[in-house]
C-alpha cells in the first residue's frame, strides 16, 4: 500500500511540475500577475508530493518491504539500520529520486527565499526548473520506478554492493546530488534573463548565491567522493580519473568559472553572455554526467547497471534541454550589450584568463572522458585514456591559474598598473620562490614539479595575505564584507589543497610486504609490525582482523587493525584499510591475502603507505567550501534590491 | 549571429557521438585481442585421455575449427555449455576444447612452491579426473581437449576470462576471438557465418 501510495505522490509530482512549467512562463510572457504567482504554490506542492515519495521508499527500505523489487535488489534483513537509509540512493531507481528531492528542494527554496525578486524573474526562474523537473519525472515513471513490485516477494534482500556501506557513502551521493542540481537554479536564471532580455548587475546579484551554494555542496560532494576511494577501495589512491569521477569534476570547473565570471557581471556588468553561457554549460555537463554514468557508453569502476532504454532517454533529455538553451543563447544572446569596458591589464583580464583556463581544463576533461567512445565511433580503434593524459594535460593549465589567484584579489578593476601590482606583490612572489627552493630540501629531496609545487601554493597563501593586510591597513573602504573573507579563505583553501597534492606525489612510499606474526615493516620512518590476525563478526559480515603496531624511533605510537570483510550475502570480499591520520600524514595499512597457508606461518600480504601531507588535500576541500559559505552570507545578498523592475 | 551558433553546433556534434555509443550491442568493455589475424600461438599438450596423443594446433592445418576455453570450475561454462553440445551435433564446426588451469585455477588448491615432475604428474592427473567427471556429467562437445594445467599456453592467448573462444582458419590464423560465453545469438550472428566464409577460402 505505502510504496503504491509513493508512487501515486510521483504521478501527481508529474501533474503539478506540467504546471509549473507552462503557466508561470506564459504567464511571465503576457504579464499576467495570477498566473505567474501559480509558480510559488506549485513548486511547494511539487516538493511535497516528492518528500512524500521518497518518504515512502524509505519507510519501505527501513520495514524491509522485499515485495518492492528495488528494496530486494539493494537491501537485506540484516543490514544495519542506517546502512537501509543509505540504501535508498544505493542504486539506479533510488538514486534518480534522490536526483529529483533534491532538484525539488532548490525549487522550492528558490519559492520561499525570492521575496525581493521582481515576480516575472520568479516566475520564469520557477518555470524553467518546472519544465526540468517534468523531463526527470517522466524519466522515472517511464523507465525506472523504484515502486515496482515483486510478487511473490523475495525471502531476503540481496543487500546493498558492501562497497557502498561506508558512512562516506551515506553522505557522499546527497552532497554531490545537492551540488549537482543546484546548479540548475543557475541555469534557470540564466535561461530567464535570455528569456527576458534582462542580463544586469542585478540579474548576476541573484544568480550568485544560488550559484555559490550549489558550488559549495559539489566541492563537498567530490571531495567526500575522493576521500571515500582513498579509505575505502584499499588502493591508497585519491584521484582515479575514473569517467564517472570525471563527470563530477567538470561542473565543478565549469561552475568554479560561473562564480567567477558572475563577480564581473555584477561588479562591471561585463561578460554577460560569456557568463549565461557557463551556467547553460555548468548544468548540462551536470546533465551530462547523469548520462555517462547511467547510459553504460563509457567504462568505469563504477559498474552501474544499464539498460539502453534509459540511455535513449536521458540523450533525448539531454537533447532537448541543452540543445533548445544554447538555440535560446544563439538567438537572444547577440542583443545583449556588452557592459563595461576595460583595459588590458586589469582584474577583469585576470578573470577573463581564470575562466579560459577553467574552461579549457574543463573540455579537456571532457574529452579524455569521451576520447575511448569517439576514437570507437570513428573506427580508429579501441583505446582508453588513464591518468597520464590528464596529469599531462593538467599541470600546463593549473600553473597559470594559480598564478592569476595570486594576483587577481589584489588588482584593480578597469584599469590596473602593472608596477603597483609587482609592487604590492613582491614580497609575496620573494617568500614564494625562496620556500620553492628551500622548503623540498627541508621534506627529503628537491625536485623540479615539487618545487614548482610548493612555489606556487605559498605563492597564493602569501599573496592572500599581502592582499588581506593592505585592505586592512587602507579601512578607507570600511570593514570588509563577507564576500572578501570568503573568497580569500577558499583561495588559502586551493593553496592547501595543492601542498596536499604536491607533496603526497613527490614523497608517498609504500611497501608490499609478506608479513608474518611478529614481522616488522618500515616506511617513511615508520615501523609496523604485526602482531597477528583475528576473526571478528560483524552484523552482515565476518571479517579477518590484523592486528599491527606502528611506532617510531622505538615508541609505540598506536594500534592499526586493517581488516578483510566478507559479506554473507554477496560473499564478496571488501578491503577496510586502517589509517593513522596526521597532521603532516597519513600511515595507510591494508590487508591483502592470506599467504602463509602452506607453511602454516598465518603470513598475509600487507601494504603499508606513508602518505606525506595527505589529508591536506581534504583540508583544502574543506577551507574551500567554507569560504563559499561565508561568502554566501554577505550581507549584500540579504538585502531587499530595491527600484528594480522586471 | 554566428558566433553564438558554435555552443549549439559543438553540441549538436556530442549529441551524434554520444547517439552512437548507444547503438544496440555496443559493449565499451570489449578490447579485441591483438591476435587477431595472427598464426594462433603453437603448444604441445597432453589430452583428458591419457590414452591419446599430445595435441597441437599444427595438427589442424587446412581446416576451420573453434578453440574454446573452458575448466570445470568456470560457473559461466555451464551457462554455454548447451550452445556448445547442440552445435556439435549439427558438425557445422569441430570444437576443440582447452582446459584451463583446472587445478590451479580454482580457489581451494594452492600451488606448489617448487614445480617437479612429481607435483606437475599428480596435478595433471587430478585435473584430468575432475575434467573428465565434469564432461561425462554435462555431455562432451568437444573432439578433444587440450590440458593446459599450468595455464602457459592461456598466457600466450591472452585468456583473462574463461571461457573464452577462438575461431582459426585453415592456415592457423585466429580469425575471431570471443570473450564469455558463446550464446546461440553470438553463434548465429557472428560464429557460424564466419566459419562458412572461411571454409569456403
Redesign the interface.
Known amino acids: 500500500m505505502i510504496p503504491e501510495l509513493g508512487l501515486f505522490a510521483l504521478v501527481l509530482a508529474l501533474a503539478v511540475a506540467a504546471v509549473l512549467g507552462v503557466l508561470p512562463l506564459v504567464g511571465a510572457h503576457r504579464g499576467d500577475s495570477s498566473w505567474m504567482a501559480i509558480g510559488r504554490s506549485a513548486a511547494q506542492a511539487q516538493w511535497l508530493l516528492i518528500a512524500t515519495a521518497f518518504g515512502c521508499l524509505t519507510y519501505a527500505f527501513v520495514t524491509n518491504d522485499f515485495s518492492v523489487l528495488y528494496v530486494a535488489e539493494h537491501s537485506n534483513s540484516q543490514l544495519p539500520t542506517v546502512y537501509r537509509v543509505a540504501a535508498v540512493w544505493g542504486g539506479h531507481e533510488g538514486s534518480l529520486l534522490l536526483w529529483m528531492l533534491m532538484l525539488s528542494s532548490w525549487t522550492l527554496a528558490v519559492s520561499l527565499l525570492s521575496r525581493a525578486l521582481p515576480e516575472a524573474m520568479v516566475a520564469r526562474v520557477l518555470g524553467v526548473l518546472g519544465l526540468v523537473s517534468f523531463g526527470f519525472l517522466l524519466f522515472i515513471l517511464m523507465t525506472s520506478s523504484p515502486f515496482e513490485r515483486l510478487l511473490p516477494a523475495a525471502a531476503d534482500g540481496r543487500d546493498l554492493n558492501p562497497l557502498l556501506q561506508d558512512p562516506g557513502l551515506v553522505i557522499h551521493p546527497p552532497m554531490l546530488y545537492m551540488g549537482y542540481v543546484g546548479f540548475s537554479v543557475a541555469f534557470a536564471f540564466a535561461i530567464a534573463a535570455l528569456l527576458s532580455g534582462q542580463l544586469d548587475a542585478a540579474w548576476a546579484r541573484w544568480s550568485r548565491p544560488w550559484t555559490t551554494t550549489a558550488w559549495i555542496f559539489l566541492t563537498l560532494g567530490v571531495g567526500l567522493g575522493s576521500g571515500w576511494a582513498y579509505y575505502e577501495l584499499g588502493w591508497g589512491g585519491w584521484w582515479f580519473w575514473d569517467p564517472v569521477e570525471n563527470a563530477s569534476f567538470m561542473p565543478w570547473l565549469l561552475g568554479t568559472a560561473l562564480m567567477h565570471s558572475l563577480a564581473v557581471t555584477e561588479k562591471r556588468g561585463a561578460f554577460k553572455?560569456w557568463t549565461v553561457?557557463l551556467a547553460?554549460?555548468a548544468f548540462?555537463l551536470s546533465l551530462l554526467g547523469t548520462?555517462l554514468v547511467r547510459?553504460?557508453?563509457?567504462?568505469s569502476v563504477h559498474a552501474f547497471a544499464t539498460d539502453?532504454r534509459r540511455?535513449?532517454f536521458i540523450?533525448t533529455f539531454?537533447?532537448v534541454v541543452?540543445?533548445s538553451s544554447?538555440?535560446l543563447?544563439?538567438?537572444r544572446?547577440?542583443k545583449v550589450g556588452l557592459g563595461g569596458r576595460f583595459a588590458l591589464m586589469s582584474r577583469e583580464t585576470l578573470l577573463l584568463m581564470n575562466n579560459v583556463l577553467l574552461a579549457v581544463a574543463a573540455g579537456s576533461v571532457l574529452l579524455g572522458t569521451?576520447y575511448?567512445?569517439?576514437i570507437?565511433?570513428l573506427a580508429l580503434g579501441?583505446i582508453s585514456v588513464g591518468p597520464p593524459y590528464f596529469e599531462t594535460v593538467f599541470v600546463p593549465l593549473m600553473v597559470p591559474l594559480l598564478f592569476l589567484i595570486g594576483l587577481g584579489p589584489s588588482a584593480r578593476w578597469k584599469e590596473a598598473s602593472v608596477i603597483d601590482l609587482a609592487r604590492r606583490l613582491r614580497v609575496a612572489a620573494g617568500v614564494a620562490l625562496a620556500a620553492g627552493i628551500i622548503l623540498p630540501f627541508a621534506l627529503g629531496s628537491w625536485k623540479p614539479l615539487i618545487g614548482l609545487g610548493v612555489l606556487l601554493a605559498v605563492w597564493v597563501a602569501a599573496a592572500t595575505v599581502t592582499d588581506i593586510r593592505n585592505r586592512l591597513k587602507n579601512s578607507a573602504g570600511g570593514k570588509p564584507p563577507r564576500a572578501f573573507w570568503g573568497m580569500h579563505l577558499a583561495h588559502i583553501g586551493v593553496a592547501v589543497f595543492v601542498i596536499g597534492v604536491t607533496l603526497v606525489k613527490g614523497y608517498e612510499s609504500e611497501k608490499d610486504v609478506r608479513m608474518a606474526p611478529g614481522d616488522t615493516v618500515l616506511v617513511g620512518g615508520y615501523s609496523v609490525r604485526l602482531v597477528g590476525i583475528t576473526n571478528r563478526t560483524g552484523p552482515n559480515y565476518s571479517a579477518v582482523v590484523g592486528e599491527l603496531e606502528l611506532s617510531k624511533d622505538g615508541r609505540l605510537l598506536r594500534s592499526l587493525n586493517p581488516e578483510k570483510r566478507k559479506y554473507f550475502s554477496s560473499e564478496m570480499p571488501m578491503t577496510e584499510a586502517a589509517i593513522d591520520t596526521g597532521f603532516f600524514r597519513d600511515v595507510y595499512v591494508s590487508l591483502g591475502e592470506p599467504v602463509g597457508?602452506?607453511d602454516g606461518s598465518g603470513a598475509w600480504s600487507v601494504r603499508v603507505h606513508h602518505k606525506p601531507f595527505v589529508d591536506w588535500i581534504w583540508g583544502g576541500c574543506l577551507l574551500m567550501a567554507l569560504g563559499g559559505l561565508i561568502a554566501v552570507t554577505d550581507r549584500r545578498y540579504r538585502l531587499k534590491v530595491k527600484g528594480v523592475a522586471a | 549571429m554566428k558566433r553564438f551558433m558554435i555552443p549549439l553546433f559543438l553540441f549538436v556534434v556530442l549529441l551524434g557521438f554520444l547517439a552512437w555509443g548507444l547503438k544496440p550491442g555496443y559493449d565499451p568493455h570489449e578490447v579485441p585481442s591483438p591476435l587477431i589475424g595472427k598464426p594462433a600461438p603453437a603448444f604441445l599438450l597432453k589430452q583428458v585421455d591419457s590414452n591419446a596423443a599430445d595435441f597441437s594446433p599444427e595438427q589442424m592445418k587446412g581446416k576451420v575449427w573453434l578453440l574454446n576455453v573452458w575448466s570445470s570450475w568456470c560457473v559461466s561454462c555451464r551457462e554455454e555449455h548447451p550452445v556448445l553440445l547442440s552445435l556439435s551435433k549439427t558438425g557445422a564446426v569441430p570444437i576443440y576444447g582447452l582446459n584451463y588451469k583446472e587445478v590451479r585455477g580454482d580457489g581451494g588448491f594452492k600451488e606448489p612452491d617448487v614445480e617437479t615432475p612429481e607435483s606437475n604428474a599428480a596435478e595433471l592427473a587430478l585435473g584430468r579426473r575432475r575434467a573428465e567427471a565434469w564432461l561425462s556429467q554435462h555431455g562432451n562437445p568437444y573432439v578433444l581437449t587440450a590440458m593446459d594445467i599450468t595455464g602457459r599456453v592461456g598466457i600466450d592467448y591472452g585468456v583473462y576470462g574463461v571461457p573464452e573462444t577462438y575461431v582459426i582458419d585453415k592456415a592457423g590464423i585466429i580469425r575471431y576471438k570471443r570473450i564469455g560465453p558463446v550464446t546461440q545469438e553470438s553463434l548465429e550472428k557472428k560464429i557460424l557465418p564466419l566459419v562458412k566464409e572461411l571454409e569456403k577460402s
Open positions: 553572455n553561457l547553460i554549460g548540462s548520462f547510459s553504460g557508453v563509457l567504462t539502453p540511455g535513449i540523450l539531454l537533447g541543452i540543445g544554447l538555440f543563447f544563439a538567438w544572446a547577440p569521451l575511448p567512445l569517439i570507437d565511433a579501441k597457508e602452506k
